[in-house]
């Protein structure tokens, strides 16, 4: 069974960066696309950041030009650049994929942005 397992979440301050990263174990038929959400307390589950199989990316608007997404297809994994983190940001990040059609969630990561 495939499995989606984050990592890279933390404390940090506002400013600062963090790099979160999610791997997929088990067996991949195809990787169609992967990408992130965060869901703060409170509030809905939100989109930050998502790459499809052919490269192309689309970020939530409160990200834009902050974040950046990558993914290694050979690795089945996606990472998240965070930059100019705010205070905002936290929340706890899920890693997202479709593989062979279906969508798989990961378990989160904690991203706390406090002074």
């Known amino acids: 069974q495939v499995q989606l397992v984050e990592s890279g979440g933390g404390l940090v301050q506002p400013g600062g960066s963090l790099r979160l990263s999610c791997a997929a174990s088990g067996t991949i038929v195809s990787n169609n696309g992967m990408g992130w959400y965060r869901q703060a307390p409170g509030k809905e589950r939100e989109l930050v950041a998502v790459i499809i199989s052919i490269g192309i990316t689309a970020y939530g608007d409160s990200v834009k030009g902050r974040f950046t997404i990558s993914r290694d297809n050979a690795k089945n994994t996606v990472a998240l650049q965070m930059n100019s983190l705010k205070s905002e940001d936290t929340a706890v990040y899920y890693c997202?994929?479709?593989?062979?059609?279906?969508?798989?969630w990961g378990q989160g990561t904690q991203v706390t942005v406090s002074s």
């Open positions: 997202n994929a479709n593989f062979g059609g279906s969508v798989l």
